[in-house]
T-cell receptor, first 115, second 117 residues
Framework: DSGVTQTPKHLITATGQRVTLRCSPR?????VYWYQQSLDQGLQFLIQ???????AKGNILERFSAQQFPDLHSELNLSSLELGDSALYFC??????????????FGPGTRLLVL | AQKITQTQPGMFVQEKEAVTLDCTYD???????LFWYKQPSSGEMIFLIY??????QNATEGRYSLNFQKARKSANLVISASQLGDSAMYFC??????????????FGGGTRVLVKP
């Protein structure tokens, strides 16, 4: 158990709908990351937040948005869903370590199926 | 161009034997980190081992070791004494650049390992 929690575990929805994925980082971690894992694109970085502020952005679609709240949990909002958005969405978290690396620890993922 | 290349899509290994998973990377940044993650069939991503670009020695974590050859830009994972529970997908990943600029990981395509009893 990495200490990162994600809800829900599974989500089935229809095209055109909107969903929200939730992530709680490990205690003490200020950074939260979102990744998408799909069969055709592999594992791709979407976005990083650090202590409530956006820190880095990857190949995140305009239909997707995220935020990190004051209690450090994060939400990934996916709207106008398309079939191709079906994927496993991971949240990861990390903390600064002086002189060391910020290892990212991943949650169990949310499996999204768009029908 | 691919930044992380894992050329072995799948491999079999006999239980109790060692296995080497290949990973080559491409970066012009002098500061980077290399990671290996394991993804069992249940889907979660489990951190295994890390190697920094300035580390002089190869990283080891229990049965996992990283064969880091900087000049060749390779970071191969060695799993010793394979166990049935090692059957999984293994991903190599890289973090480039200054950590203050963001900490995103770029992943390879993965290698599926199946341990035979």
């Amino acid at each position: 158990d990495s200490g990162v929690t994600q809800t829900p575990k599974h989500l089935i929805t229809a095209t055109g709908q909107r969903v929200t994925l939730r992530c709680s980082p490990r205690s003490g971690d200020l950074s939260v990351y979102w990744y998408q894992q799909s069969l055709d694109q592999g594992l791709q970085f979407l976005i990083q937040y650090y202590n409530g502020e956006e820190r880095a952005k990857g190949n995140i679609l305009e239909r997707f948005s995220a935020q990190q709240f004051p209690d450090l949990h994060s939400e990934l909002n996916l709207s106008s869903l398309e079939l191709g958005d079906s994927a496993l969405y991971f949240c990861a978290s990390s903390r600064k370590s002086w002189g060391g690396e910020e290892t990212q620890y991943f949650g169990p993922g949310t499996r999204l199926l768009v029908l | 161009a691919q930044k992380i290349t894992q050329t072995q899509p799948g491999m079999f290994v006999q239980e109790k034997e060692a296995v080497t998973l290949d990973c080559t990377y491409d970066t012009s940044d002098p500061s980077y980190g290399l990671f290996w993650y394991k993804q069992p069939s249940s889907g979660e991503m489990i951190f295994l081992i890390y190697q920094g670009s300035y580390d002089q020695q190869n990283a080891t974590e229990g049965r996992y070791s990283l064969n880091f050859q900087k000049a060749r830009k390779s970071a191969n994972l060695v799993i010793s004494a394979s166990q049935l529970g090692d059957s999984a997908m293994y991903f190599c990943a890289m973090r480039e650049g200054r950590k203050a600029a963001g900490n995103k990981l770029t992943f390879g395509g993965g290698t599926r390992v199946l341990v035979k009893p």
